[in-house]
Nanobody, 120 residues
Framework: VQLQASGGGLVQAGDSLRLSCAAS????????IGWFRQTPEKEREFVAA????????NYAPSVKGRFTIFRDNAKNTVYLQMNSLKPEDTSLYYC??????????????WGQGTLVTVSS
């Protein structure tokens, strides 16, 4: 599965941004998908995940209540809606496909990242 993340950019604190994770394969709808982020100073951090049909989600405590993950399998796309952005959300954001349709936490396919920069 080839994944492509997009939608990053430069925003101000308090703004919103929506990231997209798109795949060309029809089998995309059979995978749970996760979003991660990483900066040069920190290890890769889990952000959110969604199961194959969208009825189960997980969030990191740092983003819960501010970020929403959802998917449109007809468009082979998973989205990450990020609201009330903070400077500490600044990072390179990646999406990845889980090995299973449910959220197992074992990601086997990784896309390229999209950079999100939040200014104070």
């Amino acid at each position: 599965v080839q994944l492509q993340a997009s939608g990053g950019g430069l925003v101000q604190a308090g703004d919103s941004l929506r990231l997209s994770c798109a795949a060309s394969q029809r089998t995309f709808s059979t995978y749970a998908i996760g979003w991660f982020r990483q900066t040069p100073e920190k290890e890769r951090e889990f952000v959110a995940a969604i199961n194959y049909n969208g009825d189960a989600t997980n969030y990191a405590p740092s983003v819960k209540g501010r970020f929403t993950i959802f998917r449109d399998n007809a468009k082979n796309t998973v989205y990450l809606q990020m609201n009330s952005l903070k400077p500490e959300d600044t990072s390179l954001y990646y999406c990845a496909a889980d090995k299973a349709p449910y959220i197992s936490g074992q990601y086997i396919y990784w896309g390229q990242g999209t950079l999100v920069t939040v200014s104070s």
